[in-house]
């Protein structure tokens, strides 16, 4: 097997400035040499409950949407598809809507549980709306994709509404890290997890990009591999939304740009995606602290109008590239 | 050898292939002829358990190909289908790479390394290994599917009109890469072909469908005759000997001829 590619140890190196950039931008000025004597006091203990956790809350968020993407683009074969073209984060929460109205009092993973089966079966009504779907028209399909999205949304926004939940909604819709906390984002490891076994079956998902008859030939089980991607993309963006939002784009752009330059076999693009989506939200997340202090922008304001951006362009481009 | 016992299909009501037994024999080139809708690719998707048998069975060296593990058919058994249009942006070498997935699950050794790289050298690809596909013309697309196809190094080969999109060149020498696998390595082709010319001079044995029926099968030169073809086709063909293989000039109707 090759090594760390240098290209790839420079990724790492940025990645790790920002995260760093990441550690001590904000409202409070950190004093490094004091946490680090021991004495820092309040310092560290900014340091450990809030920043630490708010800093790694980005990477986990941005590797594991960036694979997410990276993946429902191969189970689809559109490029143009991600959980918020889809319907999946929607329906991730209506599910979680359904879960603080009618259990108030269960467990935090019992809500999250609720509503990654409501993202799994949002998931399964695109696929099989798809399916439906002129093959040679990529573009209907982020287009009725984002029709379903908006129909789930509009039903959960009225739930909402009649619930007077509305605010929580407002959460869930709108990616934020400024209340990623010590002791509240600690479940967002799973996505890391979901991630990496998203690596180990690279290659079964980029045979499947090839298209079914090719999966099969190789002795696939298709069922089985487009479950298994189903259920890391959707149980993903549930955990994502239930913990700090939907960041619409994400998983979009990200695979997109590495597809660009590296293509898509996977077990080579994974590493790629990985650091490019965390990269990229670190970056939004410190602009967002930064461009108005004290105050923040919402990283999923930042990121959506960089990524509407991104797709645009995308879409405006797609005659010299066969997307 | 590939038994076909009494496989009937249909689509949507309407009937495909009706009572089809066949025995492809082990080994060399079976070509499939036929008019269009006779029901030639979809005898080659049941085979490779691309679709779901409706009825009668199908058996691949004694292994039923609806009883036994894709897993396990993927090293016996391989098709190429007609489409190979990708949306994925794989690299040739990645595409062929794949073609030893069902060998080393993920782990490529040596050996995969080299039946891939003699994969594309086959198929004249090696300088174009690190293109992606989709900055390929339609027949080196064909040509990097073939290669995928014979890199998964299997004892049965389906493919479905392979000569698609190529010149002539490069169909000939497809023709003759086939031919040499077939009688040096005993590998087993069937090939759909619409040139029955190609059929004619490459083929072992010429099996015809007509109407979702086994209309006749035989040697080239039992099955490329006016007569017979003139059963298949519905067409008068005049059939004269080049080389000591049967000719069909099918391009010309008999009387406008001489």
Known sequence: ?323 | MIEICNVSHEIQGAKILSGIDLRLPKGGITALIGPNGAGKSTLLSLIARLEKLQGGTIRVDGADVSQTATAELARKLSILRQDTQVAARLTVADLVGFGRYPHHKGRPGPEDHAQVEQALATMALTGLRDRFLDALSGGQRQRAFVAMVLAQDTDYVLLDEPLNNLDMKHAREMMQQLRRAAHELGKSFVVVIHDINFAAAYADHIVALKDGAVQAQGRPDEIVTRASLREIFDLDIEVETVAGHPFALHQITPSSHR
């Open chain 1, 1 to 323: 097997m090759r090594v760390l590619s240098l290209h790839m140890i420079l990724a790492l190196l940025c990645l790790l400035v920002m995260a760093g950039l990441s550690l001590f931008i904000g409202v409070a000025d950190l004093d490094l040499g004091a946490v680090l004597r021991g004495d820092g006091g309040d310092d560290a203990l900014i340091l450990l409950v809030s920043r630490i956790p708010r800093t790694v809350a980005i990477i986990l968020t941005g590797v594991s949407m960036a694979i997410s993407g990276l993946i429902f683009q191969m189970l689809t074969r559109n490029k143009f598809v991600e959980p918020s073209t889809t319907g999946t984060a929607e329906s991730a929460g209506l599910g979680l809507l359904i879960a603080v109205f009618f259990f108030p009092a269960a467990p935090l993973l019992a809500k999250m549980a609720l509503a990654a089966g409501c993202a799994i079966a949002g998931t399964l009504l695109f696929l099989r709306i798809l399916d439906r779907l002129p093959p040679h028209e990529p573009l209907l399909v982020p287009l009725v994709g984002l029709m379903l999205g908006g129909v789930i949304g509009a039903v959960a926004t009225f739930f909402a509404y009649q619930a007077d939940l509305l605010q929580y909604l407002g959460i869930w819709t709108t990616g934020e890290f400024s209340g990623v906390l010590r002791g509240r984002y600690e479940i967002l490891w799973l996505t890391g997890a979901l991630a990496l076994a998203g690596y180990l079956y690279a290659d079964q998902f980029s045979i499947l990009g090839i298209g079914r008859d090719a999966a099969i030939t190789l002795g696939l089980n298709f069922r089985a591999v487009m479950w298994l991607g189903l259920l890391i993309v959707s149980v993903t963006t549930a955990l994502v939304v239930v913990t700090v939002g939907a960041i619409p784009f994400l998983g979009l752009i990200v695979p997109n740009i590495v597809s660009r330059i590296m293509g898509d076999n996977l077990r080579a693009a994974v590493p790629w995606a990985a650091s490019l989506g965390a990269g990229l939200l670190l970056f939004c997340d410190i602009i967002g602290r930064v461009i108005r202090q004290p105050y923040e922008i919402p990283i999923g304001t930042i990121f959506g109008v960089l990524g509407s951006a991104v797709f645009l362009y995308l879409l405006l481009g797609r005659k010299s590239h066969a997307v």
